[in-house]
């Protein structure tokens, strides 16, 4: 199993950053990727941004080049750089991992592991 904790969410303006944080612990040497995705109020939740043990990554269109997802290995941590935030971001971004990830990026896509979730809101 592997246990996925977030944080650094809450709340900015329009046009603000923030970054997320997701501190990864359990059996991640079976990991073969990790994510992060987001559920807006009345919406499904959706795969945001993933990142490959091998330095892959890809993103939705919606945070393409807004957002960057990274990971420093020697602490088994997770991040996600949101810049340029806009009132449509405001969800409940949760930390995800997967271990058979294949690289081809889907929002649908079922990672196997997510943490409890973080809420960012951006106010106009």
């Known amino acids: 199993q592997v246990q996925l904790v977030e944080s650094g969410g809450g709340l900015v303006q329009a046009g603000g950053s923030l970054r997320l944080s997701c501190a990864a612990s359990?059996?991640?040497?079976?990991?073969?990727?990790m994510g992060w995705a987001r559920q807006a109020p009345g919406k499904q939740r959706v795969l945001i941004a993933t990142?490959?043990?091998?330095?892959?990554?890809n993103y939705a269109g919606s945070v393409k080049g807004r957002f960057t997802i990274s990971r420093d290995y020697a602490k088994n941590t997770v991040y996600l750089q949101m810049n340029s935030l806009k009132p449509e971001d405001t969800a409940v971004y949760y930390c995800?991992?997967?271990?058979?990830?294949?690289?081809?990026?889907?929002?649908?896509?079922?990672?196997?592991?997510w943490g409890e979730g973080t809420q960012v809101t951006v106010s106009s």
């Open positions: 995800t991992a997967d271990r058979y990830y294949s690289g081809s990026f889907s929002p649908s896509y079922g990672m196997d592991y």
């Open positions: 359990g059996s991640i040497g079976g990991i073969n990727a």
């Open positions: 990142l490959t043990n091998g330095g892959i990554s």
